[in-house]
Structures are given as structure tokens and as C-alpha cells.
């Protein structure tokens, strides 16, 4: 009826409303009709501070279309509008707006500062609700450089102002946050009781687009515990979310995860592909933390497959992009991709210093698996430096930080790293029980590509005990499984190990031709003295 009656304000007014429905529940194509004719209606009318807000609901439309440059146009327009019209409601809208974009390029402190001059204003006009978004957002962009007790006092203080005036959208969005708080600094329990909660509050009030952000993160946690059935089934709800509501970089971000899964389960073409098209949106979005993030998971997957040159140029590049974007949790992960590449290249002195500073890091912004794996890491560094002092101090720092842990990949790794202490110290029956507790938990947890190294190091152990037998049948075992899953600089290793300790002496010919073909392979590109590095790591020099 208004539609016939021509371009009324109700009829504009009708609009913003449908509008302001579909946004809500993602449906954007409609949503962006809707406000465009609105804005169209608003500019012949002359109403300056209604065009502005229909130019807002279009910029956002536009940023989440990953047309960030487009957006700021409107904004930028929609803020001289309501300059000129003294609306500072309006202003602070768009202030926030403004810093939401710079908070998706990964340009953190521009991004802080649009949000402080949006609180600012919302205060001075007691706009509560407008308050408690501004508080939000300047604690998501606090949460990007991970420092978390700060942001974790800006999501309390906009929660408190959403649950007095029953703000049922600002709740779960501050629940949701809370929540990825305290996953990050390793606290999962509690993680996921604000999830659900977020999540409860999410479906009932139809928002679909926080929903699969949550359902997301909830799955990380599912996949970091290596409950990979939960993962699955809850990364699989948040992406069919995703795509119904045609949300690219949601759907990418899943994806990785559903990398992280495949790759979990030793399916490492399915990984890589589920990656690489994620990069591509990712890029395409100029969301620089997931590139970074995207680029890291690569490197170490492409350590695994042999790529040497490869591995080194992708996390190269995440490293510096991180640190040009200060990304501090993402920083971290990255230094220890960097320390294990270095490691198999023999550069034990560099990668400790990498190992060195990820502590550091992760114990200033409270990251506690990460802190823990950090101890890890520094503890295997000076074994190979053979500082066995050291490294044991380490390795009772992370004993007891780990007591409460419930991620089993670092519980494996600390008893792998356990067994490689006792195997330096020559005490290899207290070795082989830690390696047999790795393998125990890696088969419990379904971890597919940790089985191969464990049965190596298992091998190494039984043949530096004596027990030949044993160590060929492991040895062999480990070597069927990487060509299985396509590990080629494991089973490069595993092959030279067979060769030196001619543990397969009727495959000696077919051994020494695949290690020659292999080292040709895997280190192409590579300089001289970085070959004759990494070729001197191949078999340990206890072996």
C-alpha cells in the first residue's frame, strides 16, 4: 500500500525496516535492495540525517561483500551528511563503522581509535546501547594483539550495560567473546560455557551470523581436545550457516578448520586443497591475520610433504606480515613452525632463539598451551645443543603447567620430548615408556600424522637397545604410513636411518636408490650449505 502511495517516508521508513530484518538474519541481497531504494527515497526528500543511515546500512553490506574501499566511500559520505546536520548519534555510528573496517584489514590501532571517538560521543549523549557497542568493539580490537585481560574488561563492561537494557543481540556477542578470551589463554571448559550460552541467545533471537561464528570457534576447541566427531559436526553446522547466508569469509575460516581436521586424520591433499582456497578468499578480503594464519598452516604441512623452499617462503612471509600487523597469538604459532623447519635444517641456534621469544610472548599475553608448548620446544632445542641441565629444567616447567592441560597434542609432544631427554641421558627403557605413552595417547586421539614420528623415535630407541627386530618392524611401519599420507621428508628420513643401521638389508639397493631420489626431490632449490646441513640431520647422531 505505501509502495503505491509513491515515495512517502513511511514508505522509505517501511524499507530501512525490511531492510534492518534481512541484515539481521543475512540475508544481504535483499537487504541491500531494500536500503538502497530507501537511500534513494531519503535523498530526494532531502531527510540528510535518514540518507546517512541508509548509506551506513549499505557500507555494511558492501564490507561484508569484502568491499571494504567501496564501503569507507559511503561512510565517508553518509559522516559529511550527518556533520553537517549536528546528528553525533549518527557520527558515533559511523566512527564505529570506520573502525570496523580498519579492524578487518588488520590495522588494529586505527581501528581502536575510531571506537574510543564512538564511546566518547555515545557518552556524552547517554546512548547506552550505543555505549556498549563501542565498548565491544574497542575490546575486539584489543583482543587482535591478544592483550587479553584488557579486552576481557571492555566484553564485562559492555555486557553489563547490554543486560540492564535487555540488549539480547550485544549479550551473545559479549558472551561470545568472553568465551574466545578464555579458549585463548587455554581455559576450554570455560570457553564453552560462554559459547553455549552465546549460542542459546544467538538462535533464539534468529541472528545467524553470530551463530556460525560461535558454532566455529566451539569447533576449534572440539578439534584442539581432538574430539574430532564434535568438531566435525559442529564446524559442519557453522558452515552450512555460512553458506546460506553467502558469508565468504566465515566459510573460509571453516574451511581451515576442516583443513585442520583432514590433515588431523593424515588426509593431506584434502588439507592442502581446503588451504589454498581458503588463502584465495582470505586475499581477496585483505584479511592480513588469516593470510598470515592460512600461510603458516602451509609451511608446516609443506615441511611434511618435502617442500623445503616452499615451507621456508610461506612462513617467511607470515612472519612478517604478522609482525607488521602485531598479531601476537598468531605471531607465536608462527615462530614455532619457524623453529621446527629450522630445526629439521639443522640451524639449532636460530630455532631456539625463535623458541626464546614465542615464550616470552606467550607468557606476557597469558596464552597458556602455547606457553606450555613453548617450554616444549625449549626443552628439545637444548637437547640438540646438548645442554641436558637446561632442557631438563624445562621439561619440569611444562610437567607442571600441564597437569590440568586436556590438549592431547601437546600431551604428546611433552612425551615424546620426555623420551628424547631420557634417550640423550642413555636411560632407554624410561625412554621407550615415554614413547610408548605417545603412541598410546596419538591412538586414542586419532592423531594420524604424529604416529609416523613416534614410531620412528620408537625404532631409534629399541635399535639403540639392541633389539633389531623391533626396531625394523616399527621402522617399517612408520615408513608404510608416510608413503600413505604422503609425508616424503619423514619417510626420507626413516629410509636413511634404514640405510645407516641397515636394519632392511634385502631392500639395501631399493633403500639407498629411493634415498637418492627423495634427497634430490626435497631439497631442490635449496642452497649448498643448507643441503649439507639438513642431510647431516637426517639420521641422529646418537644413532
Known sequence: LEKRAGKSPQYAETLMLLGKIHYLQAYYDTALEAFEEAAGIWEELGDNSSYAKALTQIARILNKRGQSRKSTEYLSRAFEVLKKAGDRRGMAEIYCEQGIIHLELSEFEKSREFFEKAHKLYTEIGDKEGEARALHLEGN?????????KALSKFEK??????????????????????????????????????????????????????????????????NESNLKEARRTLNKALKIAREIKDKSMESTVLINLGNIAWQKGKLDEAERAFLDALKVKSSL??????????????????????????????????????????????????????????????????????????????EIGALDEEILGYIFAAEANLFLGNTEVAREYLQEAEKQAEALKNPVILVSLCETKSHFYRELKRTERALNEIKKALKLAKKYELATDIPYILKSMAEIEYLAGDREKASVHLKKCMDLCEKYGMYFLLLKGLAFAQEAELVPEKAEEIRERVEALSESILKGLSEKDRESILRTMVPATL
Not at 580490537?141 to 585481560?149: A, D, K, R, V
Not at 610433504?305 to 597469538?329: D, P, W
Request: a positive charge.
Open 286 to 363: 585483505h584479511d592480513r591475520e588469516s593470510v598470515g594464519l592460512v600461510n603458516t598452516n602451509l609451511s608446516i604441512l609443506y615441511l611434511e610433504r618435502g617442500k623445503f623452499k616452499e615451507s621456508l617462503s610461506r612462513i617467511k612471509r607470515s612472519i612478517k606480515m604478522q609482525r607488521e600487523i602485531g598479531c601476537k597469538n598468531s605471531y607465536v604459532t608462527s615462530l614455532y613452525t619457524y623453529y621446527q623447519i629450522l630445526k629439521e635444517m639443522g640451524k639449532y641456534r636460530l630455532a631456539a632463539s625463535k623458541v626464546t621469544e614465542a615464550l616470552r610472548i606467550s607468557k
Open 141 to 149: 580490537s584489543i583482543l587482535s594483539i591478544s592483550e587479553y585481560e
Open 158 to 223: 559492555a555486557l553489563e550495560i547490554r543486560k540492564a537494557i535487555d540488549d539480547k543481540r550485544g549479550m551473545a556477542a559479549s558472551l561470545a567473546n568472553m568465551g574466545l578470551i578464555y579458549q585463548s589463554t587455554g581455559n576450554a571448559e570455560k570457553a564453552i560455557e560462554y559459547y553455549r550460552s552465546a549460542a542459546a541467545i544467538a538462535e533464539e533471537i534468529g541472528d545467524r551470523d553470530s551463530l556460525q561464528v560461535i558454532l566455529n570457534n566451539m569447533g576449534t576447541i572440539y578439534l
